[in-house]
């Protein structure tokens, strides 16, 4: 009898840590998420990698369904909070767009790549006129320091870049996975 219970113990044990670590992986998931976009010391030179950068460049949210006060189940969208620093301008691709095919159509020159096809979402224009007064020779705008969210209702990859051609040139891009609750992208 002793043999059982320590076999049945052992079993119990086995089994736990088995399912545990998926368990956690998937609970580990957030449905919300804020990203670095740029490090808020630019200047106009390419090659400033130090300020070029999302971080992280790949990470994962997740689409979780929630039941109302009536019982009725609703989807609630993943969301990605990117913390812009400077002049940046995320732009976010549908699900499916490559990288391969955003850098086919960046322009040799110019300010910004703007390659409008499969735009899933697009945050706040950099070049923005400033919102507030001026004091004292600073605009009070939140054109260059802010936060631009973007939901996501469907699963998938998305390819996010910063749309200022030098920077997205410099490598400022990243994938963004979405999946659902079930951890199915």
Same mark, same amino acid.
């Given at each position: +009898? ?6 049945? $113990? ?6 736990? %840590?088995?399912?545990? !670590? ?27 990698? !130090? ?9 994962? $949210? ?14 609630? !969208?993943?969301? $990605? ?6 002049f940046h301008w995320p732009?976010?691709? =549908? ?28 945050g706040v224009n950099p ?6 007064? /001026? ?12 936060? /631009? ?6 699963p998938g990859k998305y390819?996010?870049? %910063? =749309? ?7 490598? +400022? ?13």
């Amino acid at each position: +009898m002793k043999a059982l219970r320590v076999s049945a $113990v052992a079993v119990s044990v086995l089994s736990l %840590c088995l399912v545990g !670590p998926t368990l956690k992986a998937k609970d580990k998931i957030s449905g919300s998420i804020s990203v670095a976009f740029g490090a808020g010391l630019n200047t106009a030179q390419p090659g400033n990698t !130090p300020n070029h950068h999302i971080i992280p460049q790949q990470f994962t $949210v997740r689409i979780t369904k929630a039941k109302k006060l009536d019982g009725t189940v609703v989807f609630v !969208p993943a969301t $990605v909070n990117f913390i812009v620093s400077g002049f940046h301008w995320p732009w976010v691709y =549908n699900n499916g767009v490559t990288l391969e095919e955003v850098k086919a159509h960046v322009p040799a020159a110019g300010t910004f790549v703007n390659y409008n096809v499969n735009v899933f979402a697009k945050g706040v224009n950099p070049g923005t006129p400033p919102t507030f007064a /001026d004091r004292g020779g600073v605009a009070l705008s939140g054109d260059m320091n802010r936060t /631009d969210s973007f939901g996501f209702s469907l699963p998938g990859k998305y390819l996010v870049i %910063c =749309n200022v051609r030098g920077h997205f040139v410099d490598g +400022m891009y990243a994938w963004i996975n979405v999946v659902d609750d079930d951890g199915d992208n």
